[in-house]
């Protein structure tokens, strides 16, 4: 291991009743969390006391490091027991391939500084999540299951705390936000100059959920049209990381967001309803006269497009290319202005 996997993050208790029975864990790897520690274990119900002892917060404050989790669990006649999980940490060439692995795919860092694990990092095959040969508990009690309830009840709220933050998770299997962070700015990936938009971006899409706005799910290229719109400084770095020219999409989300693109990359086939609706919009005396082909209506050097949220997106031709020419409208004729 690496001298960076030095790192130790203390966590606070969860008292009782912190979390619903519901649904254990929240995220997906917090419940793939459980599937693995519940696959290793030998003694199933020792694992059902554990996880009523951390529903009722017997498990006093965690501290994470590299191949460990620990705490005082309390047994159910409040004696307190040191107990320990020790868990394999990831080899150099398995951090390798994954940092390669992260440093390719658009957005991942800025997904993981938003405290969200993509799904898809399981295809780069590295064992992420532990496998059974792969966690060792260990504990004062008098108990010889594998592992015994107080681990159990370990296990399961550290459950919670990847919840919160997957950071965690990479932490135990060896190394901490920082350190990777850092082995990343080397990489090609993210340069070091663009941390600081991944941090101003991750507290940007915090904030709209906090206002109960959920950020839109999206293809690694409509997010790296997003960055390259939100933040003009990076557009180079981005087109040379995707392959692509971005100037047009770029002007498309600018004008109108995650439509706005989808207007200039697809076309669509308009209902008879709508179709019905664009002629009558259409009908003005102030519009030309335009020749329809699915949703484009098109005069000369002069377009316009039927988005599906029912506006009206202006384009012009220039050098044999559609070009985005001004802000969707939902009037046709003011849609033209900007032509």
């Not at 254990?24 to 696959?39: H, L, M, V, Y």
């Not at 557009?235 to 995707?242: D, I, K, P």
């Not at 309803?273 to 050097?301: C, Y």
């Not at 039927?306 to 070009?323: H, I, K």
Request: proline fraction near 6%; charge should be negative; include cysteine.
């Amino acid at each position: 291991m690496t001298d960076g996997a030095q790192d130790v993050r203390g966590f606070p208790a969860f008292p009782a009743g912190a979390r619903r029975r519901a649904r254990f864990a929240r995220s997906w790897w917090g419940n793939a969390w459980i599937t693995a520690i519940e696959d290793a274990a030998l003694d199933s119900e020792q694992m059902k006391i554990g996880r009523k002892y951390a529903y009722a917060g017997q498990v006093g404050p965690i501290t994470v490091s590299p191949g460990r989790i620990a705490a005082t669990v309390y047994g159910s006649d409040r004696t307190p027991h040191t107990t320990t999980v020790h868990i394999t940490q990831l080899t150099d060439a398995e951090w390798t391939r994954l940092l390669d692995w992260v440093a390719a795919k658009s957005g991942y860092i800025a997904a993981l500084l938003d405290k969200d694990m993509p799904h898809d990092l399981t295809a780069a095959e590295i064992p992420i999540l532990p496998q059974m040969t792969d966690l060792e508990p260990d504990c004062d009690c008098e108990g010889w299951e594998l592992p015994c309830r107080h681990a159990a009840a370990l296990s399961y709220q550290v459950a919670w705390l990847l919840d919160e933050d997957p950071f965690v998770l990479l932490l135990i299997r060896g190394r901490g936000e920082q350190h990777l962070l850092d082995e990343l700015q080397l990489r090609n990936g993210p340069p070091s100059s663009m941390l600081r938009y991944l941090v101003t971006d991750a507290a940007a899409r915090a904030q709209a959920l906090l206002d109960g706005k959920h950020p839109q799910e999206l293809t690694e290229w409509q997010d790296a049209v997003r960055w390259a719109a939100t933040y003009p400084a990076l557009v180079g770095q981005l087109a040379e990381a995707t392959g692509r020219d971005l100037t047009h999409a770029v002007r498309a989300w600018t004008y109108g967001g995650l439509t706005g693109l989808e207007v200039l990359e697809t076309t669509w086939r308009p209902s008879k309803t709508d179709l019905a609706k664009a002629a009558a919009a259409l009908s003005a005396e102030d519009i030309p006269s335009l020749e329809q082909a699915r949703n484009h209506w098109t005069a000369a050097d002069t377009q316009l497009r039927l988005g599906r949220d029912g506006r009206w997106y202006p384009y012009r031709r220039q050098d044999g290319e559609w070009l985005p020419a001004g802000p969707p409208e939902t009037d046709p004729a003011t849609a033209l202005l900007a032509i």
